[in-house]
């Protein structure tokens, strides 16, 4: 069974930075892409950056150039550099991590994180 436990969250003020973690157990994470979502208040879950098991990034449009995903799969742990954060940052940020589908092609995301709350005051 694969398990994520995410952390790092906290309250920053604009313009500031935070890193978040996310440590997986139960399998060897190199197998896995993974992807940080986010869900602000009133509002659906989004994809803010992910990574493939070969290294690949992908950010949404509004973090690009601010937020840097990266991987370290000998400590099995994903982090997320957030830098120059937004009030419009604020949400729940969950770490996920799954396989390539073979009728898709794409991720399937099926273990999550708990998620950590981050903060950005104006």
């Known amino acids: 069974q694969v398990q994520l436990v995410d952390s790092g969250g906290g309250l920053v003020q604009a313009g500031g930075s935070l890193k978040l973690s996310c440590v997986v157990s139960?399998?060897?994470?190199?197998?896995?892409?993974v992807a940080w979502f986010r869900q602000a208040p009133g509002k659906e879950r989004e994809l803010v950056a992910g990574?493939?098991?070969?290294?690949?990034?992908i950010y949404e449009d509004s973090v690009k150039g601010r937020l840097t995903i990266s991987r370290d799969n000998f400590k099995n742990t994903v982090y997320l550099q957030m830098n120059s954060l937004k009030p419009e940052d604020t949400a729940v940020y969950y770490c996920?991590?799954?396989?390539?589908?073979?009728?898709?092609?794409?991720?399937?995301?099926?273990?999550w994180g708990q998620g950590t709350q981050v903060t950005v005051s104006s």
């Open positions: 996920a991590a799954g396989l390539v589908s073979e009728t898709s092609g794409e991720y399937e995301y099926d273990y």
């Open positions: 139960g399998r060897r994470l190199s197998h896995y892409g």
């Open positions: 990574i493939t098991s070969s290294g690949m990034s």
